[in-house]
């Protein structure tokens, strides 16, 4: 938790802590001009890159963007692109994103040529809120010219389509109220569409998994427990398979337990020989200014050590520095 302090306390500090604050504060055109020093003449000024990306909003780089064309007549996006490499230029070019444009570029990637990355749709369609999936669905058609729900339809088939076209209308009841007796019912519901019959009725759970709020899940997967004697994770896996189980368990892992459904990503893409850069760079761009905190708590407390470890001892150079910063 960061300290807050009182304004009583804000006052005693007096103007010295509100210069050193001011000094801190967002200043475009300084920015702008820091970044194009940046990258001028031989060699590149990596810290300054990382120090103004890692350290401000998503609507503050979006202004910073802005300025640098006006001032410089030029993409910062492309000087980036011309003065950076690997990981360390795909983490900055997606800072300079707004989150939902970043979410409908990864969405068209996983659609693009032959054959289709499901475990992207899966992984940005059941983890965001109404809100989100509106804006994301805004941007793919501002950035692309195209329905991303007509793509979507066009690229999937079967159980799955269904799954994400409900998640895609963005219809999910986000209030705090839980209905006891509408979970029993559903959770009885559940069990008769799967387990309690040859085959699986997914209209059932595409009505439950994609409407319901988050803790009127978390009732009737603990009512499914009360009643079948199984957790519903269980059930999904022994019921389904392929991306349509990949798509049930993640709407149940994350409205279990939002936070703790990203540090489990994040911990898989770092454990063992390997990393996989392209989770780590998704999650925590996307997730910077939403759920990073929850994220980071919830992280030391299911592994024991701090994230920020995790990634320092994982990644290297530029790349590690800017994770590392975006962390803090």
Known sequence: MKYRTTISEKKKMGNRHAKERSHQGFDVDRDAKKLNKACKGMGTDEATIIEILSSRTSNERQQIKQKYKITYGKDLEE???????????????????????????????????????????????????????????????????????????????????????????????????????????????????????WGTDESTFNEVLAKRNHKQLRATFQAYQVLIGKDIEEAIEAETSGDLQKAYLTLVRSARDLHGYFADCLYKAMKGAGTDEKTLIDIIVTQAEVNLQGIKAKFQEKYQKSLSDMVRSDTSGDFQKLLVALLH
Do not use: W
Request: charge should be negative.
């Open 79 to 197: 000087v980036l692109k011309s003065e950076l490499s690997g990981n360390f230029e795909k983490t900055a070019l997606a800072l300079l994103d707004h989150p939902s444009e970043y979410a409908a570029r990864q969405l068209k990637k996983a659609m693009k040529g032959l054959g289709t990355n499901e475990a992207v749709l899966i992984e940005v369609l059941c983890t965001r809120t109404n809100k989100e999936i509106i804006a994301i669905k805004e941007a793919y058609q501002r950035l692309f010219d195209r329905s991303l729900e007509s793509d979507v339809k066009g690229d999937t088939s079967g159980s799955l389509k269904k799954i994400l076209v409900s998640l895609l209308q963005a219809n999910r009841d986000e209030g705090d109220n839980v209905d006891k007796d509408l979970a029993g019912q559903d959770a009885k519901d559940l069990y008769d569409a799967g387990e309690g019959r």
